[in-house]
């Protein structure tokens, strides 16, 4: 059983298009989070939420938007697409936002290409 | 400002060899210490961690040696295997305060074991 599932896996699309990607987990934790990874492989947190409560937004741009409808999805809403928004992006929940149940559960990943 | 810094950026070791790879941090709040892994295609997983009030955590093949003092960590992998051939993660945080147990992410250890 998959524990966080991302969809899709790959996304190639334009500059200047709208686009979303979606992420559940089904280990019934309470904070998820959402990470950029770029072609060097540094791991860069977006964003987390916890119990559908924003509560880090780091420095990204206002075109990128969470959305986490229940505790068991974040999607991600990405707008007018740029090149330099091309990576890896990820979605990872835990148990809990902090203490010794942190451990993140990351999803496989969606590999986002903007032409 | 990048809060733990990690080397080497890549490592080639022999089967059967010794792979260390060390991180350092400034953030002496930091309480928490746990190192990721990366297969090519995959999310990150958590592979072992430690807390400070210990200096080593051993299990399996893979130790983690803690020096408090020098504000230093490393993970240690003993009889390196090409299974173990991936990038490596170190990380910390803080599981108290408003940083709600934000990981601070290394830059990545590429790992090649070779047969």
């Known amino acids: 059983d998959t524990a966080v599932s991302q969809t899709p896996k790959y996304l190639v699309t334009q500059m200047g298009n709208d686009k979303s990607i979606k992420c559940e987990q089904n280990?019934?934790?309470?904070?998820m989070y959402w990470y950029k990874q770029d072609s060097k492989k540094f791991l860069k947190i977006m964003f987390s939420y916890n119990n559908k409560e924003l509560i880090i937004n780091e420095t990204v741009p206002n075109r990128f938007s969470p959305k986490s409808p229940d505790k068991a999805h974040l999607n991600l809403h990405i707008n007018s697409l740029e090149l330099g928004d091309s990576a890896v992006y990820f979605c990872?929940?835990?148990?809990?936002?902090?203490?010794?149940?942190?451990?993140?559960?990351f999803g496989p990943g969606t590999r986002l290409t903007v032409l | 400002q990048q809060q733990v810094k990690q080397s080497p950026q890549s490592l080639i070791v022999q089967k059967g060899g010794i792979s260390i790879i060390n991180c350092a941090y400034e953030n002496t709040a930091f309480d928490y210490f746990p190192w990721y892994q990366q297969f090519p295609g995959k999310g990150p997983a958590l592979l072992i961690a430690?807390?400070?009030?210990?200096s080593e955590k051993k299990e399996g093949r893979f130790t983690i040696s803690f020096n408090k003092s020098a504000k230093q960590f490393s993970l240690h992998i003993m009889d390196s295997q090409p299974g173990d051939s991936a990038t490596y993660f170190c990380?910390?945080?803080?599981?108290?305060?408003?940083?709600?147990?934000?990981?601070?992410f290394g830059r990545g250890t590429q790992l090649t074991v070779w047969p």
């Open positions: 430690i807390r400070p009030d210990v």
């Open positions: 990380a910390a945080s803080i599981d108290r305060g408003s940083t709600l147990g934000r990981l601070y």
């Open positions: 990872a929940s835990s148990q809990e936002s902090w203490g010794p149940y942190n451990e993140q559960f």
């Open positions: 280990l019934g934790h309470d904070t």
